[in-house]
């Protein structure tokens, strides 16, 4: 049995992919802008007061980090 009859199944599976013809080649969905004429104040809001809780949270523990440095290397 010839080398290249062995190949020769095996060579569709190493073909470039090629789209089914006749199928749509646009998709499902669309992508349209999003209104900022009217933005949406509630998650606005919920950003911004994540934002400044996450801040504040950051800012403390490390003031009670570095309290803690200075009191375990004796520092204060």
Do not use: C
């Not at 010839?2 to 749509?24: M, T």
């Not at 809780?53 to 403390?60: C, Q, R, S, V």
């Amino acid at each position: 049995m010839a080398p290249s009859a062995l190949l020769r199944p095996l060579s569709r599976l190493l073909a470039p992919a090629r789209l089914p013809s006749g199928s749509p080649a646009r998709s499902k969905f669309y992508v349209r802008e999003p209104p900022h004429a009217q933005p949406n104040w509630p998650k606005v809001v919920l950003t911004f007061a994540t934002t400044a809780f996450l801040w504040y949270k950051l800012i403390t523990q490390h003031h009670e980090d570095v309290l803690e440095y200075k009191k375990r290397n004796g520092l204060e």
